[in-house]
């Protein structure tokens, strides 16, 4: 079965800190796999996908296909990092790319 | 470039209603996937539509249907209301279907609580 885990609810740093959010999933085919993330009061918005291999506000992931996973880490956690960040991994339909399937997310809180 | 629009923002149904809910996506994109979002169950795929077309559809009953017009615009309805339907509705869109590398951008989504 697709799916994609996210095993924190919430992760709480200090702004300077380093921060890594996790993300793993369960795919037969070849992956592909996103970070949306979502500012309070704003919409969900993609932050990068592993195809694009890019980093966006110093934000990286690497796709880890033998421990099947796709964490997200920042080395400086800054405040306005803090939101609601959601892995995704898009889906099969029909041999071609299909729907999106997300983890439940985890909070990001950086403290001050 | 406007982004997704959907309306109403709000909505609050009773138990045995239904209602209808539409998205309008980015102008040029052509498909437009539904997805429900709760506390418990997370952001969770309904339906998407390309040209008109159904084109993939989640695990959710028959009580949950869609449509797109012409104009890509697309409508969601859920019919015969239950407590349990209570939750945000995204609709997203992108350019085309079937295609991995597409973005799909998303609506502000509709807040639906039904009493």
């Known amino acids: 079965a697709q799916r994609v885990t996210q095993p924190e609810k919430l992760l709480s740093v200090f702004k300077g800190a380093p921060v890594e959010l996790k993300c793993n999933y369960s795919?037969?085919?070849?992956?592909?796999l996103f970070w949306y993330v979502q500012y309070s009061r704003q919409r969900l918005q993609l932050l990068l996908r592993?195809?694009s291999r890019e980093s966006i506000k110093g934000f990286t992931a690497d796709l880890n296909k033998g421990e099947t996973s796709f964490h997200l880490k920042k080395p400086f956690a800054q405040e306005e990092d803090s939101a609601m960040y959601y892995c995704a991994l898009r889906a099969e339909y029909g041999g071609s790319q299909g729907n999106l399937i997300f983890g439940k997310g985890t909070k990001l809180s950086v403290k001050p | 470039k406007a982004g997704v629009t959907q309306t109403p923002r709000y909505l609050i149904k009773t138990r045995g209603q239904q209602v209808t809910l539409s998205c309008s996506p980015i102008?040029?994109?052509?498909?437009v996937s539904w997805y429900q979002q709760t506390p418990g169950q997370g952001l969770q795929f309904l339906f998407e539509y390309f040209s008109e077309t159904q084109r993939n559809k989640g695990n959710f009953p028959g009580r949950f249907s869609g449509r797109q017009f012409s104009n890509s615009r697309s409508e969601m309805n859920v019919s015969t209301l239950e407590l349990g339907d209570s939750a945000l509705y995204l609709c997203a869109s992108s350019l085309i279907a079937g295609v991995g590398t597409d973005t799909q951008y998303f609506g502000p989504g509709t807040r639906l609580t039904v009493l």
């Open positions: 592993h195809i």
């Open positions: 795919y037969s085919g070849s992956p592909e």
């Open positions: 102008s040029g994109h052509r498909s």
